[in-house]
């Protein structure tokens, strides 16, 4: 079975015009269409690059895919995991430098800490609210990316169940 991507199948006679041609190099070849997105399925004895010339022969473009377009598969889940994992990361080390900052900023402008008596507790907030921030960013980060991946993934489901092949 080979997945072909046809570019200039316009109407019946573009989709005539490329059955035409692999039918010259392969007579028995099963052949079914997606005019709509341009695909060709052919379950043939050819070898793909013959199929493809044989379509370029015709004067359309073609090239081989390896799956259909807009089908996920658990590899793609395990790349959008991550992904996840990735921007969860970003995000920490994001939160923790704006976490710093505010932690000094706290240390410089709060009363209670530029008064004498209270600097170390005061300096030791810095690396709390420093990982608060960054449970934070890693949170918003990581999240966000779930919300968009699984739209991603939501989109290319619905695109594969539309696919008339």
Request: charged share 15%; net charge positive; glycine share 14%.
């Amino acid at each position: 079975m080979a997945l072909i991507r046809v570019v200039g199948i316009e109407g019946e006679a573009g989709a005539a015009a490329a059955e035409a041609a692999l039918r010259t190099r392969d007579a028995a070849a099963a052949i079914r269409m997606d005019r709509r997105q341009g695909l060709i399925d052919v379950t043939s004895t050819m070898p793909i690059t013959e199929l493809c010339a044989a379509i370029q022969d015709a004067g359309l473009i073609a090239v081989p895919l390896e799956s259909t377009p807009g089908r996920w598969s658990v590899g793609d889940m395990m790349r959008l995991l991550l992904r996840i994992v990735l921007f969860a990361i970003a995000g920490a080390f994001g939160g923790a430098v704006v976490g710093i900052g505010v932690g000094i900023l706290n240390v410089m402008v709060n009363p209670d800490c530029t008064s004498g008596g209270d600097e170390g507790a005061c300096a030791m907030g810095v690396p709390l609210i420093a990982v608060g921030f960054a449970v934070l960013g890693a949170g918003i980060c990581g999240g966000m990316t779930l919300i968009r991946g699984g739209i991603r993934l939501r989109r290319a489901w619905r695109a594969s169940r539309q696919t008339t092949l």
